[in-house]
Nanobody
């Protein structure tokens, strides 16, 4: 059974930092590209950052470029999202999403972790 477990969310003041983690089990982690999505209240889920299965390529939404950094540790089956200079508009539930590099049918979501940026 595949599981993606996010952690690291919480309440932070504007300008602060948080690091989210997502640990995967039940799959061959090195076969999966990984993504972070977020969904704010009343808004659609949006892609925040992506990293290829080897970690060789990363992409970011324009709204987080220069502030967020995504990385992965394949020895720990874990991806991270380092978030700096947080803004109130970054408030959302953040989800981890795994997609198999060979089969588009194999894709999985985590349960999400809440990030709230407020003074």
């Amino acid at each position: 059974q595949v599981q993606l477990v996010e952690s690291g969310g919480g309440l932070v003041q504007p300008g602060g930092s948080l690091t989210l983690s997502c640990t995967a089990s039940g799959l061959t982690f090195t076969n999966y590209h990984m993504n972070w999505y977020r969904q704010a209240p009343g808004k659609e889920r949006e892609l925040v950052a992506s990293i290829t299965n080897t970690g060789g390529s990363r992409n970011y939404a324009d709204s987080v470029k220069g502030r967020f950094t995504m990385s992965r540790d394949n020895s720990k089956n874990t991806v991270y999202l380092q978030m700096n200079t947080l803004k109130p508009e970054d408030t959302a539930v953040y989800y981890c999403y795994a997609e198999n590099r060979l089969s588009s049918r194999l894709k999985y979501w985590g349960q999400g972790t809440q990030v709230t940026v407020s003074s």
